[in-house]
């Protein structure tokens, strides 16, 4: 007998509003490759500061990176934010965003530190204070307390301005971030099964004269099967959803059901429901504005990939049992 699994899933887009998954996006990202200073949270707040050279007890001591101890008195103020493992992994980034800022003689300062403030508060809704919820919200959910957050700022000012002389903005990517701003929404119904026969069900079903709406809301292992189907309006040039339904709503009718879409873990059809033209406002009056959000884009990615580096390059021995290392292991 085919069973219907009975807990939602969502293989096909995020399962929150656009405004949280931008939170969450922009705070992963930045959580995932370390936000914290390696010093006390009442150090001078700059990246290039020197390091104290005083010698450690070997109790005091939890983990060597690159041959410098990582101590319970730098580490300690930190913990009550994030697991152990994480805290290293930030204290190992900051030290090494500090020799690189050293060695290319950038300095980060409150200048820096403010700018990224901002930056991440636009970004998360053009409200002011519907942005300030938002990361609120956010940093609750990712344990970001004040001293981890001030150090996220810091981090990332530091990591965008190492990137900076690295940050292409190409016609193919104007291109696409005018498409995903300005152009057609597709508005559709999804129905996801785990399996072909049980797309074959679905089909049957559709075929036969059940509403899509209906067989989505008893077959498909997608959320929006609690909507029947329904998705937000999707654009085209939107990665956030899988390039077999982006590419095979273009090419439907509308009324018109798809054939099956392998997707990364089961299958899909979808019924294209209608077609909300885009604004479509010359290229020039909208280049600036696209530029800056494509760069923005752009630097993050090459943030990440540093970042990530930084971190994997490290020589790591963590002494303390019962550190998970590499975090997540």
């Not at 785990?194 to 797309?199: G, T, V």
């Not at 990665?239 to 990364?264: F, H, K």
């Amino acid at each position: 007998m085919r069973t219907i699994p009975t807990t939602k899933t969502n293989p096909c887009r995020p399962n929150h509003s656009a405004r949280a998954a931008a939170a969450v996006a922009i705070l992963s990202s930045a959580l995932t490759i370390g936000c914290a200073t390696a010093e006390p949270a009442d150090h001078h707040r700059t990246v290039v500061a020197s390091s104290s050279g005083a010698p450690q007890s070997a109790s005091n001591i939890i983990a060597l990176a690159d041959g410098q101890a990582i101590t319970w008195d730098t580490a300690r103020p930190l913990l009550s934010e994030a697991a152990g493992g994480d805290i290293i992994a930030e204290i190992v980034l900051h030290r090494a965003l500090r020799r690189e800022c050293q060695d290319r003689s950038i300095t980060i300062g409150d200048t820096e530190i403010e700018r990224e403030r901002r930056l991440l508060l636009a970004q998360l809704h053009e409200d002011g204070d519907t942005a300030a919820q938002l990361l609120e919200e956010v940093r609750a959910r990712r344990r970001l307390g004040p001293r981890r957050y001030a150090r996220l700022l810091e981090r990332n000012a530091a990591l965008r301005a190492l990137v900076a002389d690295d940050v292409p903005v190409t016609a193919t990517a104007l291109g696409q971030a005018y498409d995903l701003r300005y152009g057609d929404r597709y508005e559709i119904r999804l129905i996801v099964t785990a399996s072909l026969q049980d797309m074959a069900t679905a089909q049957e079903r559709i075929e036969a004269g059940t509403p899509f709406g209906e067989v989505a809301a008893a077959l498909s292992t997608d959320l929006s099967a609690q909507r029947g189907g329904v998705l937000d309006p999707i654009s085209a040039a939107d990665p956030a959803y899988p390039a077999a339904i982006r590419d095979a709503m273009t090419t439907l009718r509308v009324g018109e059901v798809s054939r099956p879409l392998g997707l990364e873990h089961g299958y899909a059809i979808i019924r294209l429901e209608s077609v909300v033209q885009g604004e479509k406002p010359p290229m020039e009056e909208v280049e600036a504005s696209l530029t800056d959000s494509v760069r923005l884009h752009q630097e993050r990615l090459r943030m990440n990939e540093l970042a990530r580096s930084l971190v994997a390059t490290a020589d790591v021995s963590v002494l303390e049992p019962g550190i998970n290392w590499p975090p997540g292991r």
